[in-house]
């Protein structure tokens, strides 16, 4: 059974840092692109940041330039560094993962339970 199990999320002041982790188990973690998606009070869950099964990055506007998505198949972990965090970056980030044959995504797909990040002076 795959499970994803996210960690780092806390309480920060603007102007911080934070670096989430999500620990994959009961999968082949090089196969699987890796997203952190994150929802605000109110608000849909929307895409933050992405790697893909071979290292490439993509990252939402809102966090481009202040964030950096990176992965280490050794640990079946990826991770989301955060840097000058905003009130507005105030979510529950959850890990998704989605299995990859070659460069073809597949439907299989997997969520964590969520970690709240809370940017608050």
């Known amino acids: 059974q795959v499970q994803l199990v996210e960690s780092g999320g806390g309480s920060v002041q603007p102007g911080g840092s934070l670096r989430l982790s999500c620990a994959a188990s009961g999968c082949t973690f090089s196969n699987y692109a890796m997203t952190w998606y994150r929802q605000a009070p109110g608000k849909e869950r929307e895409l933050a940041a992405t790697?893909?099964?071979?290292?490439?990055?993509n990252y939402a506007g809102s966090v481009k330039g202040r964030a950096t998505m990176s992965r280490d198949n050794a640990k079946n972990t990826a991770y989301l560094q955060m840097n000058s965090l905003r009130p507005e970056d105030t979510a529950v980030y959850y890990c998704h993962a989605r299995r990859f044959l070659g460069i073809v995504p597949t439907s299989v797909e997997y969520w964590g339970q969520g970690t709240q990040v809370t940017v608050s002076s």
């Open positions: 790697i893909t099964p071979t290292g490439g990055t």
